[in-house]
């Protein structure tokens, strides 16, 4: 098997590596949230986003367009996420965040 051929059944960009790269572009575009209200406004309107798509009949909902209302969440999620553990004077664990 050639070593840079995708994986059997890959059907493109994983939604994991699209999720870091749009909190990434977003933090680097508009900085730092400057506070937890705002972080919940931007993740609030992008659920309201995905609903909006989500609410339309069957036939005019599109996939695609729901993946990109999930990414966005995600990275608005990740975006805060990143930010807030950068604030804490230690390194954030697994286990502490597990048993938070």
Known sequence: ???NA???????????DLVINRSRECAEKHGD???PHEAYSVIFEEV???????RKK??????VRMI???VDIAAAATR???QLAEELDHEVTE???RNA
């Open 33 to 35: 949230f400057a506070s």
């Open 80 to 82: 805060y996420a990143v």
């Open 6 to 16: 995708p994986p059997p059944g890959y059907r493109g960009e994983r939604i994991e």
């Open 95 to 97: 286990a502490e965040v």
């Open 48 to 54: 309201c986003e995905y609903f909006d798509e989500v």
């Open 1 to 3: 098997m050639n070593g």
């Open 58 to 63: 069957d036939l005019d909902r599109s996939k």
């Open 68 to 70: 990109r209302e999930l």
